[in-house]
């Protein structure tokens, strides 16, 4: 059965911290990963990634993947209140999405 | 970019009651539509694919009676609780499914249902 393993599940830190998420997965047929962030209503798309040890850049958020030890990292620099949500990692098989718990991320001021 | 709207964003019912919520593709044609299921602090759970024109298909532990779902055309599917509990109670999002495009799946912004 198709999993995918987020860590941590939860994390607070300060404004201004780095962080990284973490997210693993064991998927048959798999196509790619996808990093959402979610607040309140549906997730909102970050990041796709296929090919391994491209790094995905938008703005202070990064990503990774790792093909052959099966995983990837989200970064977040610099981290601000508003990237408080929580980050979904999907991994995407034959059609459908599966998605990890989640790690809910909560920025202090 | 590709939009979806769901309807009605949120609705509190009676239990025994059914409820349709309504997902729609407003500037393209969407051949699958996929439903998800996600209760408080939890991740989403896919529920069933729906395809235009054909049955739903359905996820391992998710009741085809009583969470019916019809996509009668390229822009319109719809997931019917029925006979709905306060168990029922969740956030529940569509997505439809764009082969080849950037990130392929656009979702839906969510219905909560509360039922009491």
């Known amino acids: 059965e198709d999993k995918v393993v987020q860590s941590p599940l939860s994390l607070v830190v300060h404004e201004g911290d780095t962080v990284t998420l973490n997210c693993s997965y064991e998927v048959t047929n798999f196509r790619s990963l996808l990093w959402y962030k979610q607040e309140k209503k549906a997730p909102t798309f970050l990041f796709m990634l296929?090919?391994?040890?491209i790094e995905k850049k938008s703005g202070r958020l990064s990503s990774i993947l790792d093909k052959k030890e099966l995983f990837s990292i989200l970064n977040i620099t610099a981290t601000q209140t508003g990237d408080s949500a929580i980050y979904l990692c999907a991994v995407k098989g034959a059609q459908k999405l599966v998605f990890g718990q989640g790690t809910r991320l909560t920025i202090n001021p | 970019g590709a939009v979806v709207s769901q309807h009605p964003s949120w609705v509190i019912c009676k239990s025994g009651t059914s409820v349709k919520i309504e997902c729609r593709s407003l500037?393209?044609?969407?051949?699958?539509m996929f439903w998800y299921r996600q209760f408080p602090k939890q991740s989403l759970m896919l529920m069933a694919t729906?395809?235009?024109?054909?049955?739903?298909?359905?996820e391992q532990g998710v009741e085809k009676d009583k969470f019916l779902i019809n996509h009668a055309s390229l822009t319109l599917s719809t997931l019917t609780v029925t006979s709905a509990h306060p168990e029922d109670s969740s956030f529940y999002i569509c997505s439809a499914y764009i082969p080849g495009l950037a990130y392929e799946q656009y979702f839906g912004p969510g219905t909560r249902l509360t039922v009491t």
């Open positions: 296929t090919s391994s040890g």
């Open positions: 500037d393209f044609q969407a051949t699958t």
């Open positions: 729906s395809n235009e024109g054909s049955k739903a298909t359905y």
